[in-house]
C-alpha cells in the first residue's frame, strides 16, 4: 500500500506499547479539582462564580471574553472554596477556580440532541462555542474559531488530526479504536458546520488497529477518507498533515485556510459529538499515562482540573525515584516540578521516566554536520536560526524564517552536538512576537 | 508530594545517541580498512608515520586548550581523525619529525586559532599537508613503495623503495608532450599502472590514498550505514573530474582515461573523507553539489595546468574559503515559501 507522508522528518522510538492496547479506564471523580480560566491560546475567560457558590458537574464558571477565547466549566459538582492563581503545566500561572467534591457529582441539565439534521450550521457553532472545546491535540486553540474561517476563503476538506506521532501517547488512539462511530458522527458536525463533503483522516502505520476499524466503518460513507500515512515526526503537525494528505504547502505566514484546509484532531471531535448529542460541555478528556516510572501505565479519561499528583498516586505511584515529569507528549511536552498542577483541556499525557533514564547533556560547538537541516520539516536551517537566537540577532532570524518553525523540536533530537537548537529558536520567536505587537 | 531531584529541561525529551563523540568514533572506524592497507603496501614506516600523526595532533590540541583556558575536548576523537587523515595524504619516507611538524601545524594553525572544532574554516589535516608541501617539498614528493609484506623493506623504518606516483608520472609525460613528445606516450602512462593496482593501492604515493578498495570500504560505512555522509559532494566531485579526464585529459577529445585520473592520487580519499568534512563543506545539498563541481574543476585544472601533479588538497582547501558564501546563496526553498 501507498503511504502518505512529508518529506523529512524523525523517526524516534514510539514507545507506544506501553499502553496502546490498553482500553481507555475512567478515573474516579476526584474530591478537589483546580480549574484554570486560561486552558486555551487567546485572552482567558472571566470568573463568573464567587468563593462560596455552590456549583454543579458542567456548570459555567469561566465565560469566554473575546473573539479567541473559550468557555470553562465545573468539572465536579461542589463548592467553590477558592479563586488564586496557580501554577499550570507550561509554567504560567493562570487564575483558577478550586472547587471542592460534594461527592454527588450532580450534573447541570444537558440539551441533547437525537440528530442535528434540524440544526444550522451557526446552531451547532454556538453549541460547540458554549461546551468550551478546545483543540484537544495540545495547542488548546478555540475550536469554534477554527470553525469560522473567513468568507473569502473556500474550505475544501476537512481533515481529521489522528497521526499522534508523539511517541507514548496513545489516548487519540484508543478513542478511535473505542468511539469510531461516535468520532465519525463528530466528522460530519464539523463537515456540516463547514458546508463540504469532503473528510479526510490520516493514520500512521503504527496504529493499523484505527486505520482498519475506520475501514470498515466507513464502507458505506464516500464523503471520509481514511488514509494510511507513514510513521514518522512531526506527522501530526497540520502543515506537514496537509502536506502529507493533499500534497499542498500552507503558505510561509499563512494558515491551513489558505489552503482550502481545516484540521481538527480526533479527540476534539469525539468532544464535539459528545457536546451535541450529550449536551456535555468539555469537562473531561482521555489522556495517556506513561512511562518506565510509573506502575501502571495506562489510558485515563480523567476530569479536567485532578492534579498530576492524584494522577499518578491513581495510577500505582512510582515505580522507582522518579527523574522527570513531562505532561504532554516526549518531543514537544513541558518538564514539571510540582504535581500540583492541574490537567487542563491540552494535556495529552503524562509522562514519568526513572532517575536513571534521564539525561542531561552538555551543549557541544556546532560541527555542521546539517543533520537538523534534514530534518527540518519546514526546510529552515535550524543551527543557523539557533545561533541567531543566542546572540539576539532577532532581524538576522527573522529574515531567514524563523517564524515558519512549528517548533516540533526535531533538529534538538537530532543534534549531536546536542544543541538546544529549538530552545534559540522559540526564544527568539518570542521576541519578535513581542517586538510584532509593539507596533 | 514534595520533590526537589525533578529534572526540569526544555523539550524535546527525548534525544538520539549520536554525539560529536559518536560522530568522530564512526569517522576513525571508517579509516581502518585503509590504515590497514597502508601498513600492509608500505611497511612499518607508515604505522610510525600515524601514530606519529595522531599523537602530535592530539596532544597540540590538549597544549592549546590547557593555553587557552579552555574545556579539553581531546576526548572527542576529532584530533584523532586530523591526525589520521594528514597521516593519509604524506609520503610513507617522510621523516617522523616532519610528521610531527605537519600535525602541529594543522591543529594550532588549521584549527585551534579559529576557536576550535566546529569554527576552522579550512580542513585542518589539509592545512598541515599544504603547510608542508610548501615548505619541505622534495620530501613531500618523494614516493616509495609498495613494499613487499614482512621482508626487509617493509620492516625498515628508513629504507625504501623510491618510484614516482602514478600522477607525477602523467604530470611529466604530461609535460614531455607539450614540448614535443610523441602524444601516445600519455597511453603508455595509462599502460603501466594497472587500473587493479590502482585499486588496490598497489602503487608508490601517499599512504592512505592509494587503495581505493579499502577507502571505499570505509566509505560505505560511513555513507549507507552511519548516514553522516550524503552522496552529493563526493559523486558530483569526482564525476566532475571523470567527466573533465575523459573530455581533456587524454591524448585527444573524448579519450581520456577516467578511471587513472579517478583512482590514482588523492580523489577517493579527499572526496569520501575531507570533502565531506561536515565543518568545512556546506551544510544544503545543493551547496554540496556546487563544492563538489568546483573541487573537481580545480583538481582537473591544477592536473592538467597547474605546476603540481596533484591537485586534491588545493581543490578543497580553496573551496572550504567559498563554503560561506556557497551557504548564504543555497538557503533551501522554505517549506510553503513563494517563490517571487
Redesign the interface.
Known amino acids: 500500500m501507498e503511504l502518505k507522508t512529508f518529506p523529512q522528518g524523525i523517526h ?2 514510539d514507545s507506544k506499547e506501553l499502553t496502546q492496547e490498553l482500553p481507555v479506564n475512567q478515573m474516579p471523580v476526584p474530591k478537589k479539582v483546580v480549574i484554570p480560566l486560561s486552558q486555551h491560546i487567546g485572552a482567558p475567560a472571566t470568573c463568573v462564580v464567587q468563593v462560596g457558590d455552590f456549583v454543579k458537574t458542567g456548570q459555567l464558571i469561566g465565560e469566554s471574553s473575546g473573539f479567541i477565547s473559550a468557555n470553562v466549566h465545573a468539572s465536579i459538582s461542589g463548592k467553590v472554596v477558592e479563586i488564586k492563581d496557580a501554577l499550570t503545566a507550561t509554567g504560567a500561572m493562570s487564575k483558577a477556580v478550586v472547587i471542592e467534591g460534594d461527592g454527588k457529582d450532580e450534573w447541570v441539565d444537558m440539551k441533547r440532541y437525537e440528530s442535528f439534521d434540524d440544526l444550522t450550521s451557526e446552531d451547532l457553532k454556538k453549541i460547540i462555542e458554549e461546551a468550551g472545546i478546545v483543540g484537544l491535540g495540545g495547542a488548546a486553540f478555540p475550536t469554534n474559531v477554527k470553525l469560522s474561517p473567513p468568507a473569502d476563503k473556500n474550505i475544501e476538506y476537512l481533515i481529521i488530526n489522528s497521526a499522534e506521532c508523539e ?1 507514548y501517547l496513545t489516548c487519540d488512539y484508543r478513542v478511535m479504536i473505542e468511539r469510531t462511530m461516535d468520532t465519525i458522527k463528530g466528522m460530519k458536525i464539523f463537515m456540516k458546520i463547514l458546508g463540504i463533503n469532503k473528510c479526510l483522516i490520516g493514520i500512521e502505520n503504527n496504529k493499523i488497529g484505527a486505520y482498519n476499524t475506520y475501514r470498515k466503518m466507513l464502507e458505506n460513507e464516500p464523503d471520509i477518507d481514511v488514509y494510511m500515512l507513514q510513521t514518522k515526526y512531526p506527522q501530526g503537525a497540520e ?1 506537514s498533515l496537509i ?1 502529507a494528505l493533499i500534497n499542498k ?6 494558515l491551513p485556510m489558505d489552503v482550502g484546509v481545516v484540521v481538527q484532531n480526533v479527540g476534539t471531535v469525539l468532544a464535539a459529538y459528545e457536546a451535541v448529542y450529550k449536551g456535555k460541555p468539555l469537562i473531561e478528556r482521555v489522556m495517556t499515562v506513561s512511562g518506565y516510572g510509573i506502575r501502571q501505565p495506562q489510558n485515563l479519561l480523567v476530569r479536567l482540573g485532578v492534579s498530576f ?1 492524584e494522577i ?1 498516586n491513581y495510577c500505582g505511584s512510582f515505580v522507582e ?6 505532561c504532554g507528549g ?8 510540582d ?1 500540583s498542577v492541574p490537567v487542563v483541556k491540552g494535556t495529552s499525557g503524562l ?1 514519568v ?1 526513572p ?1 536513571d533514564t ?4 552538555e551543549e ?7 543533520k537538523c ?1 534534514d530534518a527540518c ?5 535550524p ?1 543557523e536560526l539557533a545561533k541567531y537566537g543566542k546572540k539576539y540577532l532577532w532581524d538576522r532570524a527573522e529574515e ?2 524563523v517564524m ?1 518553525c512549528v517548533e516540533c ?1 526535531s533538529c ?7 544543541i ?1 537548537l ?2 534559540y529558536i522559540k526564544l527568539a520567536k518570542n521576541e519578535i512576537n513581542i517586538r510584532r505587537r509593539k507596533k | ?1 514534595e ?1 526537589k ?12 545517541s ?3 563523540t ?2 568522530m568514533m564512526d569517522v576513525v572506524v571508517a579509516l581502518i580498512p585503509a590504515i590497514l592497507a597502508s601498513v600492509y603496501f608500505f611497511g612499518i614506516k607508515a604505522l610510525v608515520v600515524i601514530v606519529t600523526c595522531i599523537v602530535f595532533s592530539v596532544a597540540s590540541e590538549y597544549v592549546c586548550q590547557r593555553l587557552m583556558k579552555r574545556p579539553i ?1 581531546i576526548s ?1 576523537y576529532s584530533a584523532v581523525v586530523t591526525g589520521i587523515l594528514l597521516a593519509f595524504c604524506l609520503p610513507p619516507t617522510i621523516p617522523w619529525y616532519l610528521a610531527a611538524v605537519g600535525a602541529i601545524f594543522a591543529i594550532v594553525i588549521g584549527k585551534m586559532v579559529f ?5 576552522n574554516l579550512f580542513n585542518p589535516a589539509l592545512v598541515g599537508r599544504a603547510f608542508l608541501l610548501a615548505s619541505w617539498p622534495v620530501y613531500m614528493t618523494s614516493w616509495s613503495g609498495p613494499e613487499k609484506f614482512l621482508e626487509d623493506k617493509w620492516m625498515s623504518l628508513s629504507d625504501a623503495t623510491t618510484k614516482a606516483s602514478a600522477l607525477s608520472v602523467f604530470k611529466e609525460t604530461l609535460m614531455a608532450v607539450k614540448k614535443g613528445a610523441p602524444i601516445d606516450s600519455l597511453k603508455e602512462v595509462y599502460n603501466n599502472f594497472s587500473l587493479s593496482d590502482l585499486f588496490l593501492g598497489n602503487v608508490p604515493g601517499s599512504l592512505g590514498e592509494t587503495s581505493v578498495l579499502f577507502l571505499l570500504l570505509g566509505a560505505f560505512y560511513l555513507w549507507f550505514y552511519k548516514k ?1 555522509i550524503t552522496w552529493h559532494i563526493p559523486v558530483t566531485y569526482i564525476g566532475t573530474v571523470g567527466l573533465l579526464a575523459w573530455l581533456f585529459g587524454g591524448p585527444a577529445f573524448m579519450q581520456g582515461n577516467v578511471l587513472f585520473h579517478v583512482t590514482a592520487g588523492g580523489l577517493i580519499l579527499g572526496a569520501f573523507f575531507m570533502a565531506t568534512d ?4 556546506p ?2 545539498k545543493k551547496g554540496r553539489i556546487i563544492f563538489g563541481i568546483g573541487a573537481g574543476i580545480i583538481v582537473f585544472v591544477i592536473r592538467i595546468f597547474g605546476g603540481y601533479p596533484e591537485g586534491v588538497c588545493y581543490s578543497i582547501l580553496l573551496m572550504n574559503a567559498a563554503t560561506p558564501l556557497i551557504d548564504r546563496y543555497t ?8 517563490k517571487a
Open positions: 524516534p522510538s511517541p502543515k502536506k504547502e500552507v503558505p510561509s505566514g499563512g499528583e499518578i525515584t522518579p527523574g522527570k515529569i513531562i516526549p518531543m514537544m511536552g513541558f518538564a514539571q516540578y504535581l509522562l521516566f532517575e534521564v539525561n542531561t547533556y557541544s560547538p556546532c560541527i555542521r554536520c546539517a537541516v520539516p519546514q526546510f529552515l536551517v543551527s531567514n524564517g515558519d523540536g534538538s533530537y537530532v543534534c549531536p552536538a546536542k538546544n529549538v530552545q | 508530594m520533590n531531584k525533578l529534572l526540569v529541561t526544555p523539550a524535546p525529551h527525548a534525544r538520539t549520536e554525539t560529536v559518536s560522530v575536548t572527542d576557536g576550535g572544532l566546529g569554527y553522516h561536515m565543518v568545512t563543506s551544510i544544503t538557503k533551501p526553498r522554505r517549506f510553503g515559501e513563494v
